[in-house]
């Protein structure tokens, strides 16, 4: 069975659709857990009609974040496979089906995930996923760092179109509590790092960039603190050593997106010293070129290719 998790904050104008796209699923197999984190709306006059419903579970809770909101709706689910999705986003009918069938076929990975159609705010539609050209459809990664480092589109999944064992989300220990952005990510990482990754090219749900308040903020925390956890991965030595060291790489990239956004910020300091960090050889050359162009251009102006490049998308 799957247990699927939806925390909702504030979300009266759209929960009804993403609660109704669970329903109009093809696999019946299912138990649905509404976390409603403190909203201040009228999302709990919306949740109401489905209190009777034995297929849903809602809790109330003082809000305390999206990462405690997902971690308590786990803690109350029975399913084996545990799915996500946004109170703001909606699953096509076919999504839990193909989840099954990459379960059926690829047995022992931990994190399942699909592709996300993505409705920008500028109007335009991310249909499918790149990556995949050039490649088969369904893809088995025993170590999904060695691709991630290869190609950045590897992580092409959100957290919406993302599966994970209940073994797996145990082991992983959940999502971070206090993790401004990155919370699905981080936890993506971590279970990585120990189970293999199933990766489908189907497009299985739907993701509105329009109702996104985190991503209208920001694109990434310079401060994430996987940044610091990770270095357990390194020594954990239950994680074969070639994994570890490909973790490693991957994290190079991020600490190279990670001086981009304190110059972003103006922590111009922060930044120098995160470069000086990075092991150059595992950059790409257009990466070094970029970052070295950034770190001697003025704020503002950084700020504002930054806003014109991402921020209309976001």
């Given at each position: 069975m799957f247990s699927v998790i939806i925390p909702v904050y504030n979300g009266a104008k759209f929960i009804d659709k993403a609660i109704e796209s669970v329903f109009s699923q093809t696999n019946s197999d299912w138990e649905l857990i509404v976390v409603n984190d403190g909203s201040k709306d009228d999302t709990m006059s919306v949740l109401q009609k489905y209190e009777d419903n034995d297929k849903i579970l809602i809790i109330?809770?003082?809000?305390?974040?999206?990462?405690?909101?997902?971690?308590?709706?786990?803690?109350?689910?029975k399913g084996e496979y545990i799915a996500f999705l946004d109170a703001d986003d909606v699953w096509h009918n076919n999504h839990l089906e193909v989840m099954a069938k990459l379960i059926e076929n690829y047995p022992t990975a931990g994190l399942y995930g699909t592709f996300t159609r993505t409705e920008l705010v500028n109007g335009d539609v991310m249909e499918k996923a790149e990556f995949f050209e050039g490649k088969e459809d369904t893809l088995f990664l025993e170590d999904f760092f060695a691709e991630y480092h290869k190609v950045k589109g590897t992580k092409m999944f959100t957290v919406i179109t993302t599966c994970v064992s209940r073994e797996a989300?145990?082991?992983?220990?959940?999502?971070?509590?206090?993790?401004?952005?990155?919370?699905?990510?981080?936890?993506?990482?971590v279970v990585a790092a120990y189970y293999p990754v199933v990766l489908s090219s189907q497009g299985t749900a739907t993701y509105i960039k329009e109702n996104s308040e985190a991503t209208k903020t920001q694109s990434f925390d310079p401060d994430w603190g996987f940044f610091e956890r990770v270095k357990t991965l390194y020594a954990d030595e239950t994680i074969p050593k070639e994994k570890r060291e490909n973790i490693k790489k991957v994290m190079e990239w991020f600490s190279m997106r990670r001086c981009r956004h304190y110059i972003i910020d103006g922590e111009r300091k922060k930044a120098y010293e995160v470069y000086k960090s990075i092991n150059k050889r595992e950059i790409s050359k257009k990466d070094l070129v970029i970052n070295t162009v950034l770190m001697v251009m003025p704020t503002a102006l950084v700020r504002k290719i930054f806003y014109s490049r991402w921020r209309g998308k976001a």
């Open positions: 109330n809770q003082e809000n305390s974040g999206v990462s405690v909101a997902r971690n308590t709706g786990v803690e109350a689910s989300f145990v082991k992983s220990g959940g999502f971070p509590k206090g993790c401004k952005i990155g919370e699905d990510l981080e936890l993506s990482l």
